[in-house]
């Protein structure tokens, strides 16, 4: 089993930044890929940003050169950098994991209690 600890949420005005972090603790040798996904108020989760073992990133189109992901294996701790936020990033921020890769099916099944954004225009 594998536990995920987000934090650094919080309010934020339109062009601001914040950055968020997921401690990972239990069974971490275990763990491939990870991520972050959002869920506004009556929306779908989505994915914002992946990163593999290895380094490799995936961001969804909105939020390219705006956020990036980063992940500091000593700690154990997932990032995301927030730049430039925008009313529209306003959501509950989590943070997920997996043993497989990020373009594979199904890939996260560890998942944190989330961190809520909300950014004030």
């Known amino acids: 089993q594998v536990q995920l600890v987000e934090s650094g949420g919080g309010l934020v005005q339109a062009g601001g930044s914040l950055r968020l972090s997921c401690a990972a603790s239990?069974?971490?040798?275990?763990?491939?890929?990870m991520g972050w996904y959002r869920q506004a108020p009556g929306k779908e989760r989505e994915l914002v940003a992946a990163?593999?073992?290895?380094?490799?990133?995936y961001y969804r189109s909105s939020v390219k050169g705006r956020f990036t992901i980063s992940r500091d294996n000593a700690k154990n701790t997932l990032y995301l950098q927030m730049n430039s936020l925008k009313p529209e990033d306003t959501a509950m921020y989590y943070c997920?994991?997996?043993?497989?890769?990020?373009?594979?099916?199904?890939?996260?099944?560890?998942w944190g209690q989330g961190t809520l954004v909300t950014v004030s225009s």
């Open positions: 997920a994991a997996g043993d497989r890769g990020f373009g594979e099916p199904d890939p996260f099944h560890y």
């Open positions: 239990g069974s971490i040798f275990s763990i491939n890929s």
């Open positions: 990163i593999s073992s290895g380094g490799s990133t």
